[in-house]
T-cell receptor, first 111, second 114 residues
Framework: DAKTTQPTSMDCAEGRAANLPCNHS???????VYWYRQIHSQGPQYIIH???NNETNEMASLIITEDRKSSTLILPHATLRDTAVYYC????????????FGTGTRLTIIP | NAGVTQTPKFQVLKTGQSMTLQCAQD?????MSWYRQDPGMGLRLIHY???????DQGEVPNGYNVSRSTTEDFPLRLLSAAPSQTSVYFC?????????????FGDGTRLSIL
């Protein structure tokens, strides 16, 4: 699996959009970008994933650059409950379910 | 629909004791896995199973055994607990191996080895 690089921590004001970047410059053509988050003392929670097109669901949007070397997770209207560690993961779609978690980005939503 | 259920939530053991961490899912998922999470680190894969009767090692399997006799259950066994196994353990499942489906995680078992 490709290695990802994320900032260690970020702050965002409540009600504003939180934009979390991720670099995955060695991503290969069959690797998807996944985002999970972990709220304190809970298990990781799936947020969204994509291959090359931008994706949106009820939780967030995922913007993947055209060269697929980086992506941004967008929480459109951050709330205090979005305070968590966010993990960006890339993995192959076939033949490998392993999720390689790095240290993620600690996002703090400021009231 | 309970999702992924882990028991116990907390456990304290003495060095050398054995125990089994339970994991059950009610989503008919084929793939199940165990991770451990240590302070300041990401999750590391211990063992995984692609279906009943099939298990394989992850990146940190030493000191742990698993079995998968049913689709629903995937217990993790510590045969002789060591202080280095103090950690938070997470079980996860997904619909099928090699599917483009997200993994669902339980809320973890916090294990301390004295």
């Amino acid at each position: 699996d490709a290695k990802t690089t994320q900032p260690t921590s970020m702050d965002c004001a409540e009600g504003r959009a939180a934009n979390l970047p991720c670099n995955h410059s060695t991503i290969s053509g069959n690797e998807y970008v996944y985002w999970y988050r972990q709220i304190h003392s809970q298990g990781p929670q799936y947020i969204i994933h994509g291959l090359k097109n931008n994706e949106t669901n009820e939780m967030a949007s995922l913007i993947i650059t055209e060269d697929r070397k980086s992506s941004t997770l967008i929480l459109p209207h951050a709330t205090l409950r979005d305070t968590a560690v966010y993990y960006c993961i890339v993995r192959e779609n076939f033949g490998n379910e392993k999720l390689t978690f790095g240290t993620g980005t600690r996002l703090t939503i400021i009231p | 629909n309970a999702g992924v259920t882990q028991t116990p939530k907390f456990q304290v053991l003495k060095t050398g004791q054995s125990m089994t961490l339970q994991c059950a899912q009610d989503m008919n998922h084929e793939y199940m896995s165990w991770y451990r999470q240590d302070p300041g680190m990401g999750l590391r894969l211990i063992h995984y199973s692609v279906g009943a009767g099939i298990t394989d090692q992850g990146e940190v399997p030493n000191g742990y055994n698993v079995s998968r006799s049913t689709t629903e259950d995937f217990p993790l066994r510590l045969l002789s607990a060591a202080p280095s196994q103090t950690s938070v353990y997470f079980c996860a499942s997904s619909y099928q191996y090699s599917s483009n489906q997200p993994q669902h995680f339980g809320d973890g078992t916090r294990l301390s080895i004295l």
